[in-house]
């Protein structure tokens, strides 16, 4: 019997668990599709386990030093031609850098990345605009996962409009609904949360983030609610310092600090009120915690930033808080808090609002992409 699937392989580097391959992999019509994964990586996964447990084919090369990233991209080169790949997606900065390069060399035609970032180099990094150049390059078509990405693309990188698609996020919606109240209750076992007032941020540890903006507002909310805690989860990150450093000012037990937590969905419900506040518009390149923190049903202070400029309206879905500005964050956390009316109008239009990025689309557009 002759097999007229397309075979696609996903490149991808430093993930450990992600929800979203993981979708993908679910979701993805194996009618149409044959799915591999080339997983660049130094470490044992959670990705790598699930898609074991899926039976989805993976090759794992390293890439901790420039040697092993050097015969990375060989041994990708030879996969690619034993697989006899018709199209290779890659994700991450090693996964595109070493992935695409060996897919043109290797003579593959549709060759994917999905850029992940939006300005991050062209400020904190000008010597990644470069690579991002050469990757934008390398790839025959580029995803934009939100319109600040497209922008960027366009306007700041002059890549051509008929090579970007814009495919935002999507997200099992109903993974947020469905939560068992034991899980919630051993989350807060776990992480002593009975009696608390929880302020919740997931957010990595970058200065871009805002985090030291947060800590401020809560240190002044402690005056209003004793009993508040903070938790920050996704805790790791070049910025731990100065956050630890803040953190001090804190009486030890008022916060506590999650590097990761596997049971996301179950996390949210911790939280009375959620925050996150990136510093600029841009810098942002989606921002998969606006939906998530909706799709959950917490009252939620934003700023504009990533995807948040698409669909967040103040006082509709969230509320929102200038850039930089620890007062405001303070003075909506306590009117959340205060304001029950309005903290049932967040909730219940916010989980309205997050259904514009149902799974189902993303996985539509990308299998209209690999067919194109």
Partial sequence: MVNNRLKIVYIISDIDKSL????IADRLDNTKF??????????KT??????IKKNIPIAKFPANTVLAKFKTQIQIYWYLKKVRSNIIHSHLFNASF???????????????????HSTYNHIYNPKGVYFDKLINRLATDIVAISKNVESVLRVK??????KIHLIPHGFDL??????????KKNLKVKYNLFGYLVIGVIARWIEWKGIQ?????????????????????????PYTDKINEMLRELPEDSYRIIPFENNLFALYQLFDVYVHVPI?????????????????GIPSIFTLSGVAREFIVHEKNALVVPFKDSESIYQSIIRVLNDKELASNLIMNGKKDAKKFKLESMIQSLEQLYTQ
């Fill in 213 to 237: 903006y947060i800590i401020p507002a809560f240190k002044k909310l402690l005056g209003d609610y004793p009993n508040a805690c903070l938790v920050l989860a996704n805790a790791k990150g």
């Fill in 20 to 23: 979203a391959f993981e979708w």
């Fill in 157 to 162: 990188e002059s890549i051509s409009p008929n």
């Fill in 280 to 296: 600029d518009p841009q810098i942002e390149a989606f921002g998969q915690t606006y939906v998530e923190a909706l799709a959950a």
């Fill in 98 to 116: 070493l992935g695409l390069l060996a897919g043109k060399i290797s003579g593959i035609k549709k060759r994917i990345y999905t850029r992940h």
């Fill in 174 to 183: 109903e993974a947020f609904a469905k939560i068992k109240q034991s899980d």
């Fill in 34 to 43: 044959d799915l591999i994964f080339i997983l660049i990586s130094n470490e």
């Fill in 46 to 51: 959670q990705l790598e386990e699930y898609l």
